[in-house]
């Protein structure tokens, strides 16, 4: 005869499950109903906060086209220097930098969360990026 290991035993072995009365529990216990607490848009808050966004992402690539025009003016190929400190520097300029812009254009800046920040600031990196590498070619 041969020995069974600990896994082949567990096979053989059904496990035993207990039931509970899917219908008991459900019964006694009340499940709120969840309310959607969203603010709907009128047409004219929709139309406001689109063109905001277009507004939003026109200054973001400016930005980011003049950081690129900039960026190869002084530094050229940017060789003797550490490519990600380039990088942190846009970054940190141009965010100031729309804080500043976005005031006149009567955008309120207070208003803007995490999402929105990091959506220009990629536009501006992505737009610096293509540009300085479109002028190194």
């Known amino acids: 005869m041969s020995k069974q290991s600990p896994k082949s035993k567990s096979r053989k072995e059904p496990a035993k499950v207990t039931e509970t009365s899917v219908e008991t529990t459900a019964s006694n216990v009340e499940v709120p109903e969840k309310k959607s607490f969203t603010k709907q848009k009128t047409p004219e808050e929709k139309q406001k906060a689109h063109r905001e966004g277009i507004i939003k992402t026109i200054v ?73 590498t479109l002028l190194l070619n």
Not at 85 to 102: C, D, E, F, W
Not at 115 to 126: A, G, L, P, S, T
Request: avoid cysteine; charged fraction near 20%; charge should be negative.
């Open 60 to 132: 973001a690539s400016i930005l980011g086209i003049l950081a690129g025009f900039i960026v190869f003016s002084q530094y050229g190929t940017g060789e003797d220097r550490i490519w990600y400190a380039i990088l942190m520097i846009v970054i940190g300029i141009t965010y100031y930098a729309q804080k500043l812009i976005y005031i006149p254009l009567k955008i309120d800046t207070k208003e803007f969360k995490f999402k929105d920040w990091f959506y220009v600031e990629f536009i501006v990196v992505d737009f610096f990026l293509v540009t300085w």
